[in-house]
């Protein structure tokens, strides 16, 4: 088998083991969470003012709350083998639907949050690599320790207070025009500081490599040299890293989409937990887990896209 085969067999066997065990490790929390499960459920679907005994009695006869929680826990799990996610136990609308519309929007901002870190991390980075020790780099020092300081949700109230209720440039919350802009430059902000760190690193590195000052010796423009040799072989080291900030930014919008009220994975997690959704729960957290594993499939790809010896090695083997 050859390298690439191998790495997506491991990624597909951790998946189906990922599946599995997070939607078994959230049934049992749920289960254990104080309150009736099934008043919870009936105050999401009718209002706490609407809500007595008789109501939750109805909702647990009717969900099947009173069976051992072994059958229950079976039940999912034949369901998921089915591909079946079943329905909200509160809005009864297909799982697969509401967590596939969530799904969208934390993709949306998930990925014009790792744009903007990228970019101004990346960016910084490289800047601070031309010079070492002079004031690009001591400029991306102070950065560094500037947003690693700042918690994110605590970075984006900053931003909500200056750029949303002083300045009025965009939306505080929601999905209207521009209500993407400010949750995606709290987690794109928050990641650009390590980012511009590894990135300054890694070029310093290769740009003190044989092989580059070979390039400069042979004459190749210094635009040439940073583009083929330097960038090149310094991604071998950030694209991986990358894939780390990646899976704290899946894990950070939990908080950044519900303080910005952004309609996401995250936004739907706080939300199940509270109305003891348990179908959208595990449906949600199973979402979260296997973008994690699809993270690493892919970093994994692009490390061999981007350093091929590896693979031939493999191959020749």
Request: charged share 15%; proline share 4%; aromatic share 6%.
């Amino acid at each position: 088998m050859t390298r690439l085969g191998g790495v997506i067999a491991r990624r597909a066997a951790q998946a189906l083991a990922v599946a599995i065990g997070v939607s078994a490790l959230c049934f049992v929390i749920t289960q254990r969470l104080p309150g009736d499960i099934a008043y919870r459920i009936a105050a999401g679907r009718y209002g706490y003012d609407m809500v007595d005994a008789e109501a939750a009695a109805s909702v647990r006869a009717e969900l099947g709350l009173d069976r051992p929680l072994w059958q229950q826990l079976g039940e999912w799990v034949l369901d998921l083998l089915q591909l079946d996610l079943g329905r909200s136990l509160v809005t009864s609308q297909p799982v697969l639907t509401e967590v596939s519309h969530y799904l969208a929007a934390t993709l949306q901002l998930a990925t014009l949050s790792i744009v903007v870190a990228v970019v101004v991390g990346a960016g910084i980075g490289v800047v601070a690599a031309r010079r070492p020790g002079g004031l690009a780099d001591r400029f991306s020092s102070l950065w560094v320790a500037s947003v690693r300081a700042v918690p994110p949700f605590l970075f984006g109230l900053l931003l909500m207070i200056v750029l949303s209720a002083q300045l009025g440039l965009f939306p505080a919350v929601g999905h209207g025009d521009g209500g993407i802009v400010l949750p995606a430059l709290t987690l794109g902000l928050s990641l650009s500081g390590l980012i511009a760190r590894v990135t300054r690193d890694a070029v310093v590195e290769v740009r003190g490599s044989a092989y580059v000052e070979f390039a400069q010796t042979k004459g190749l423009p210094e635009k040439w040299v940073l583009v083929r040799h330097v960038l090149r072989n310094a991604a071998v080291s950030l694209v991986p890293y990358l894939g780390v900030q990646f899976v704290v930014l899946i894990e950070g919008v939990v908080v950044v989409e519900s303080l910005f009220a952004w309609d996401g994975l995250g936004h739907s997690l706080v939300h199940a937990v509270f109305w003891r959704d348990i179908p959208v729960l595990q449906a949600t957290a199973l979402v979260l887990a296997l973008l994690i594993v699809l993270v690493n499939t892919l970093v994994d790809l692009a490390v061999l896209g981007l350093d091929p010896r590896p693979r031939g090695r493999a191959v020749t083997a």
